[in-house]
C-alpha cells in the first residue's frame, strides 16, 4: 500500500494518522516535540518518529502528504517536499474527501466564527441529535467520519484560512466569511494572500449552493467578485437585503428567524453570528420556529465575552478567544462601565493601533507576553507584566466595586500557552480562586 507522511502530531494529526492507517496506508509520523502517544501509535504499525524531523524521511516517496495547518510552508522540512511538488494536505480534506453525503455549513472569517460555527450545530441537532459543530473545536474530523461513515449528517465546521489551502475538494453545501480584518500575516505574508485564501471556502461551490456575502464588510464585498453559487447578502443596517433586520426582528426574505428582544447575548456581533446561524440553518432544513426557540435561549460560548464571577463587587470575563485586534473591540464595545484590561501575548504581527479608538471606557491596561512593549504608546496607563497570572492579580488588587476586568487579549496563546482554550480556563481557576481568598 502507499506511504503517507503526517507532519505535526497534535489531536488531528494523530487522528488523521490513525484514520489512514485503518485504511491500508503505510504512516510515517512526525514531530518537532515529543509524541507521548508514541508506543500506542507504534503498536498500531504507524512509523513514529518525534523530536525532530530525521532526514530519512526525505528519502521515501509518498503518495500525499498531511500537514498540520499551524506548522508554516517556510519550515526547512516542509519545504523541502514543497520543493520537490508535493502539496500539503490536512485532516479536513482527508476525513470529508469521500463522504459526500455529509452536508456541511462552512464559516470562516476573521472573527466570530466559533460562536457562529456552535450555533448552527445547536440548531441542526434538532434535525439529528448526531448532527453538531466540528473543525477547530472538539472532537478531530476523522474521529467523527469513523465513528459515522456512510451517514447522511448535517455539520456546522469552523475552518480557518490555514485549513482552506489545504483543502482543494471541500464543498460545503453553504458558506460564509463573517468578515475580513488583518490576521495571520505572520503565516501568510500579507493581508492579499490571507484574504484571497478565505475566499478558497465557495471555490466548489456550485448552482446548487449558497454563499451569505456581508455586504457591511467592504474587505468581504472587495474579494468575494468569482463566486458562482447563489449568494445571500446580509447586513445589520439596511433592509434592501436578503439577511436583515427590521423592527427589531431578524429576517431572511420573508422568514422570521429570531426577535432581537428576546435574543440573550450581549453586542450586535451575537445577533450578525445569529442571523448568520439562522439562515444557514434554514437552508440546511431547520424549521423557522425551531431556530427561533433555540435561538432565543443559546448560552453563549466558552472564551468568548464568557462571564466568569464576580467578587466584591467586581464580575471577571474572560474573552481568551479574542486572539486580534477586531475581536477586542468587539469585547470592549460590550461593556459601559471601567474595564481593567489585559493584554498581550504571541505576536502575528498585525499591530494594535486599531485598538486605540476604543479605549475610551479603559482604566489600565495591563500587558504581558511577547507583545506587552508594543501595548504602552496606546494608553495613559499601561502596566506590564511577564505573564498573565501577574497582570490578573493586579488587576484585582486594583478593580474595584462596579468595574470589570476583562481578559481579551488581541494577541494568540502560543508564547506562553499552547493554545487560547487553555489560556482562558487558567484565567478562570485563578479567578473562581479568588473568590476562596
Not at 64 to 90: A, C, E, R
Request: glycine share 8%; hydrophobic share 35%; proline share 4%.
Amino acid at each position: 500500500m502507499s506511504n503517507v507522511l503526517v507532519i505535526g502530531a497534535a489531536l488531528s494529526g494523530i487522528s488523521v494518522a490513525k484514520f489512514l492507517n485503518k485504511q491500508g496506508y503505510t504512516i510515517y509520523l512526525t514531530d518537532a516535540r515529543e509524541i507521548k502517544e508514541k508506543k500506542e501509535l507504534e503498536d498500531l504499525g504507524i512509523r513514529v518518529f518525534d523530536n525532530g524531523h530525521p532526514d530519512c524521511l526525505k528519502d521515501i516517496d509518498y503518495e500525499f502528504i498531511v500537514k498540520n495547518p499551524g506548522i508554516k510552508y517556510s519550515v526547512p522540512f516542509v519545504k523541502h517536499f514543497v520543493d520537490k511538488g508535493y502539496q500539503m494536505l490536512n485532516e479536513t480534506e482527508i476525513a470529508l474527501k469521500d463522504q459526500p453525503q455529509i452536508k456541511l455549513g462552512a464559516i470562516t472569517g476573521t472573527n466570530g466564527k466559533t460562536t457562529t460555527t456552535m450555533m448552527l450545530g445547536s440548531l441542526l441537532k434538532s434535525l439529528d441529535e448526531k448532527n453538531g459543530y466540528v473543525g477547530n473545536m472538539g472532537l478531530p474530523l476523522c474521529d467523527f467520519v469513523s465513528e459515522h461513515d456512510g451517514e447522511n449528517l448535517s455539520l456546522a465546521i469552523e475552518i480557518a484560512a490555514l485549513q482552506l489551502i489545504g483543502c482543494p475538494s471541500f464543498h460545503p453545501q453553504v458558506s460564509v466569511i463573517m468578515n475580513l480584518t488583518p490576521d495571520h500575516i505572520d503565516y501568510f505574508g500579507d493581508v492579499d494572500t490571507y484574504s484571497r485564501a478565505k475566499t478558497l471556502i465557495y471555490k466548489n461551490q456550485d448552482e446548487n449552493d449558497y454563499f451569505i456575502r456581508n455586504v457591511d464588510d467592504e474587505n468581504v464585498v472587495k474579494y468575494t467578485t468569482d463566486v458562482k453559487c447563489q449568494v445571500i447578502d446580509f447586513s445589520l443596517v439596511r433592509e434592501d437585503v436578503d439577511l436583515h433586520i427590521k423592527d427589531r426582528k431578524a429576517y431572511y426574505k420573508d422568514v422570521e428567524l429570531f426577535d432581537l428582544d428576546q435574543f440573550p447575548l450581549p453586542g450586535m456581533h451575537n445577533v450578525e453570528n445569529a442571523m448568520i446561524a439562522g439562515c444557514m440553518a434554514y437552508l440546511l432544513g431547520v424549521k423557522p420556529a425551531d431556530i427561533k426557540e433555540i435561538l432565543e435561549h443559546f448560552k453563549g460560548v466558552e472564551h468568548r465575552i464568557e462571564y466568569v464571577n464576580e467578587i466584591n463587587g467586581v464580575k471577571y470575563y474572560n474573552d481568551s478567544k479574542g486572539t486580534n485586534v477586531d475581536s477586542t473591540i468587539m469585547a470592549l464595545k460590550s461593556f459601559s462601565c471601567p474595564i481593567h484590561l489585559l493584554v498581550g501575548g504571541y505576536d502575528k504581527k498585525t499591530g494594535f493601533e486599531g485598538l486605540k479608538p476604543y479605549l475610551g471606557n479603559v482604566k489600565t491596561m495591563y500587558a504581558y507576553g511577547d507583545t506587552k512593549m508594543q501595548f504602552v504608546p496606546l494608553h495613559d496607563d499601561v502596566r506590564l507584566y511577564e505573564n498573565m497570572f501577574e497582570a490578573l492579580n493586579a488587576a484585582k488588587e486594583n478593580a474595584v466595586k462596579g468595574e470589570v476586568v476583562l481578559l481579551s487579549p488581541a494577541c494568540a496563546s502560543w508564547d506562553q500557552f499552547p493554545n487560547y482554550e487553555v489560556r482562558g480556563r487558567q484565567f478562570k481557576e485563578m479567578v473562581n480562586s479568588f473568590s476562596n481568598d
